[in-house]
């Protein structure tokens, strides 16, 4: 079985500083995805970031980033320069990667960690 | 594409009342998920299906709850009876096969049961 820990209830952060996000997994499959969602007031689940698990470079996109520790079993969601629009709930989420290049779909969530953003 | 579209937005029904909950994924994905979300225990898959097949449902809490998939392009979500404690968002999502796709989630549906 999967299980992904968010530790952090909730964080703040000081516009333009940075925050990271804690995410621990556990899994006894040997490939897996590991992803980041945003869901802001509003309620929509908006895709950040994607790792594979045999990925040797820790993935980018644009101010989000993702410190991937295979040994300690972590996705740590970094965010550059906070804005006032990344205050949000952020969820970890991971999914098992079978043979061949396809996902097993199936997607297990963290509890999530609010981000508010001071101006 | 318009992405996942779920239908309604927000429903209002009254315990014992069967309410019925639509999804139509991104065409071309082959996965399909149906996503509860409360307060209390955070988002929990309830079911998904890989082209239109049901593969896990051992999230789905009771009885009451049944999901359908009859095409590619449609998904249903029941409950019948519905109680009070079903009151909370949720989401369909779709997504490809293929690694490194992301899923992606619709809007959501507010169920209140009063």
Redesign the interface.
Known sequence: AQKITQTQPGMFVQEKEAVTLDCTYDTSDQSYGLFWYKQPSSGEMIFLIYQGSYDEQNATEGRYSLNFQKARKSANLVISASQLGDSAMYFCAMSSSGAGGTSYGKLTFGQGTILTVHP | DAGVIQSPRHEVTEMGQEVTLRCKPISGH??L?W?RQTMMR??E?LI?F?NNVP??DSGMPEDRFSAKMPNASFSTLKIQPSEPRDSA?Y?C?S???????????G??T?LTVV
Do not use: P, W
């Open positions: 082959d996965y998920f996503y955070g988002l898959l998904y890989n593969i896990d968002v989401f999502a997504s490809l096969v293929k690694i490194g796709t992301e899923a992606f989630f809007q959501g507010r």
